[in-house]
């Protein structure tokens, strides 16, 4: 049950010094369109579940597995039965460079069934049984397997995607689209062009823009302006820069963009989101899901 809205904001009120909620669900209630800056990951148990992310309609069966990135508004429909719902902050995995690759899989929303392959759809239910056991059993090293099982699992999830893309002729097209999500990441500050990141991949434009969406789930201008505002989230909670100098500094050319994008991408414009954040974290009885 959501207790607090502000808006269709929600904030996640993760137990003191932690930052990871695991909920036994059993709940027969509507959740209403809202985001959070955690990370979601539903499975249901019993029954299957329903979620609406942006537009899309997500339909899960038992033991199916569901990855809502953190900022995407999502919906969760009534229905019978019995599912994990789990909240985690992923401020850990942002600008860290030893997770470059990993930042398709956090940006878009992520449905593992059957269609993918029995053999995945066991091991992340597994990966999900051990984090159920860990959160079950806490203790002061908890957290810290539990966020290695969450990587491992995200892991899992990009070996599987790039499984589904074709390689090229000398078998480099994963190599080759790590050093493009790094090049991404060490430069979206910058005026990043599709036809600059086709001449660092080595191929034409048109055919990099199709390879793009296929390895990424998304185009490229989404996944940059998804990497421009997390940048921007950081520097908007953690300093006291300007909403001009954030955009700057974030890789957007006007302000006009840079509100534009981040209310489409976050639901808020970035002084809301600031002040929605600061007010989140002085509360002396923060809102519960």
């Not at 959501?2 to 808006?7: A, D, E």
């Not at 078998?171 to 060490?186: C, H, K, N, P, W």
């Not at 997390?230 to 006009?256: H, K, N, P, Y």
Request: hydrophobic share 40%.
């Amino acid at each position: 049950m959501i207790v607090h809205l502000n808006g269709d904001y929600e904030t996640v009120d993760y137990v003191k010094d932690r930052s990871v909620l695991l909920y036994d669900n059993m709940e027969c209630e509507e959740y209403p369109p809202h985001w959070h800056n955690a990370m979601e990951i539903i499975m249901p148990l019993t029954n299957g579940f329903e979620a609406i992310c942006g537009n899309r309609e997500y339909i899960m069966s038992e033991r199916d597995l569901l990855i809502i990135p953190s900022g995407v508004l999502h919906s969760l429909r009534a229905k019978e039965g019995r599912r994990l719902i789990m909240l985690i902050d992923n401020a850990a995995f942002i600008d860290n460079p030893a997770l470059t690759d990993l930042t398709a899989v956090m940006a878009e929303t992520v449905l593992i069934n059957k269609e993918c392959s029995q053999e995945f759809l066991d091991l992340a239910g597994s990966i999900m049984r051990d984090i159920y056991v860990l959160y079950s059993n806490f203790n002061e090293v908890s957290e810290v397997y539990i966020y290695i099982k969450v990587l491992t699992l995200l892991a899992k999830v990009k070996e599987y995607q790039l499984s589904q893309v074709k390689y090229n002729d000398d078998g480099r097209y994963a190599e080759t689209f790590s050093v493009v999500l790094r090049y991404i990441d060490q430069n979206y500050m910058n005026d990043i062009t599709l036809e600059e990141l086709s001449s660092v991949a080595g191929y034409s434009t048109y055919h990099f823009s199709r390879l793009f969406k296929k390895y990424s789930n998304t185009t490229f201008i989404n996944f940059l302006n998804r990497r421009r505002v997390r940048a921007a989230e950081m520097m908007l909670i953690e300093g006291d820069m300007s909403i001009t100098d954030v955009a700057m500094q974030s890789g957007f050319s006007s302000l006009t963009t840079f509100n534009r994008v981040f209310k489409l991408i976050n639901g808020y414009t970035p002084s809301e989101y600031k002040k929605l954040y600061k007010m989140s974290h002085t509360s002396d009885d923060p809102p519960r899901k």
